[in-house]
Structure formats: C-alpha cells, structure tokens
C-alpha cells in the first residue's frame, strides 16, 4: 500500500517530520509529493528545486520515504503512482474541517483512495511553514527548535542572500 503526503513544504517542519515518521511505520512506502502550481510560484519562499533538495536531506534517515514533484490534480497522480492513500497531517480542528472537505472531494473523484489523517503531536502543533518563514527573516535562531536542521541551513541561507 503506497502513501502520498503531499504538500508545499515551504519548508517542511518539525511538525511534517513527526507526521511522516509516524507514518513510516504505517506504511511500506510513502513519497512526499511537492505540487508544482504555477499560480502560487510567488507565495514560495523556495523554488521546487530548492524544497525538493531539503526534503531529500532532511528525510534521507527514512528508507521507505521518496521525494517527488507533481503537477496538476492530486488524485491524478494518485492514478498515475497507483499510490491509494492520501496522507494528511492535523494540528488543530480548523485543520480537521478543511481536510475534510478536500477528502470527501478527493473520494468523489477518485473512489479508489483513501484519505488517513495522522495527528500532530501537541508540541508541534502551533509550528506551520509560514510562521517559521516570519521568526527566520529577522534572523532568529530560534526556528532550529522548529525544522528539521535542512530546512533551518536553508532557511538561513535564503533570508542572508535576501539582505
């Protein structure tokens, strides 16, 4: 059974890492799937190329984890992978909602997969990508408690280069 665990990681976070961990376990299998959404390019801090390279380092200790970009509709790459389930982590019920209605939408186009929800463990809860981007660009060091040490060396990186 393959799982996706698909997102911007923008860059992926400690919280992200937990959930994949986790889900190691769970699954033989699981390939974090980057979208490529050409009207979002500019929300991205990193580049696709940039973010792929992060996610490889920082998972290359998770031997059943692969690293890949994808464009267009998730459930068409479910297809294309025949990966069946969508791996979808929560940190708070506002996330729960949202996830929710993308998995009854995914289910309806495509019945063969399966949305499996993994919570974040609490002392991740209040990180998120765009919050950990913010602390970062006034510099602080405070994010390597947040992200994985490749998205807090590329961090660093890209708000020096910024200034």
């Given at each position: ?19 994949l961990?986790?889900a ?6 699981v ?36 690293v ?17 389930v ?24 495509n ?5 499996v929800f993994?919570?974040a463990a609490?002392r991740?809860?209040?990180?998120s ?18 992200v ?6 590329a ?9």
């Amino acid at each position: 059974m393959k799982a996706v665990f698909p997102g911007s990681f923008d860059p992926i976070t400690n919280g992200h890492m937990d959930v994949l961990s986790r889900a190691c376990k769970l699954f033989p299998e699981v390939t974090l799937a980057v979208l490529q959404n050409p009207r979002k390019v500019s929300k991205h801090l990193f580049t696709i190329e940039e973010r792929l390279e992060i996610l490889r380092k920082a998972t290359e200790h998770l031997p059943n984890v692969r690293v890949e970009a994808f464009g267009g509709l998730l459930v068409d790459y479910m297809r294309e992978t025949k990966a069946t389930v969508i791996l979808r982590g929560l940190r708070a019920v506002s996330d729960y909602e949202y996830e929710l209605q993308i998995a009854h939408l995914n289910r309806q186009m495509n019945p063969d997969v399966e949305t499996v929800f993994i919570m974040a463990a609490t002392r991740w809860s209040y990180v998120s990508s765009s919050m950990v981007k913010e602390i970062a660009s006034y510099g602080s060091k405070e994010i390597t408690k947040m992200v994985p040490p490749a998205s807090a060396e590329a961090l660093f990186r890209k708000f020096a280069d910024l200034q």
